[in-house]
T-cell receptor, first 118, second 112 residues
Framework: DTAVSQTPKYLVTQMGNDKSIKCEQN?????MYWYKQDSKKFLKIMFS???????INETVPNRFSPKSPDKAHLNLHINSLELGDSAVYFC?????????????????FGAGTRLSVL | LAKTTQPISMDSYEGQEVNITCSHN???????ITWYQQFPSQGPRFIIQ???TKVTNEVASLFIPADRKSSTLSLPRVSLSDTAVYYC?????????????FGKGTTLSVSS
């Protein structure tokens, strides 16, 4: 079973359209993330949810709206798509670490969703 | 989160040991050092994490000097499949949802 799964893997759409990307994790983690990787391969955090609560909301256009119906799911909805939104979007999850000696905040990433806006 | 500096690219041949050094002069007392690997068209994958001295797992070793201002990821006997981008990240990871700050990473190319 895939630990972090994203759908769709590829998304090609026209400018101005609205689209959603779904993410599910079966690891029992309490935190989920959305990252964006642009053409220069820089990977940047967009949002993070901990137990369905938004805890990180970086400076992204308000056309991007995350939704977490439960701890295992974090979806990303994008309104009025623009050319600059073309990128690979990665979902990730982690479990908040406690104590020393335990690997902390290891994030597990999905395979990514390649969004192309034409 | 502390800023990290690592080489943009490295080349190696199969069977060699590869050492990738990361500088993090502003590392804080509570910061951990974590390395991720990313293959083309895949998400980053955790390799190893450490706080001080040496950490070894089935994939790699991580060497951290006493001052912790740098760290070295060591990949023993690389193969073609180790060709990937390697990211060094430094930060305090105790808080829920701490975002990973990825730099440019080091692109490792392994040739036969």
């Amino acid at each position: 079973d895939t630990a972090v799964s994203q759908t769709p893997k590829y998304l090609v759409t026209q400018m101005g359209n609205d689209k959603s990307i779904k993410c599910e994790q079966n690891l029992g983690h309490d935190t989920m993330y959305w990252y964006k990787q642009d053409s220069k391969k820089f990977l940047k955090i967009m949002f993070s949810y901990n137990n369905k609560e938004l805890i990180i909301n970086e400076t992204v256009p308000n056309r991007f709206s995350p939704k977490s119906p439960d701890k295992a799911h974090l979806n990303l909805h994008i309104n009025s798509l623009e050319l600059g939104d073309s990128a690979v979007y990665f979902c990730a999850s982690s479990q908040t670490g406690q104590g020393r000696g335990i690997a902390k905040n290891i994030q597990y990433f999905g395979a990514g969703t390649r969004l192309s806006v034409l | 989160l502390a800023k990290t500096t690592q080489p943009i690219s490295m080349d190696s041949y199969e069977g060699q040991e590869v050492n990738i050094t990361c500088s993090h002069n502003n590392i804080a007392t509570n910061d951990y050092i974590t390395w991720y690997q990313q293959f083309p068209s895949q998400g980053p994958r955790f390799i190893i994490q450490g706080y001080k001295t040496k950490v070894t797992n089935e994939v790699a070793s991580l060497f951290i000097p006493a001052d912790r201002k740098s760290s070295t990821l060591s990949l023993p006997r690389v193969s073609l499949s180790d060709t990937a981008v390697y990211y060094c990240l430094v930060g305090t990871l105790n808080q829920a949802g701490t975002a990973l700050i990825f730099g440019k990473g080091t692109t490792l190319s392994v040739s036969s």
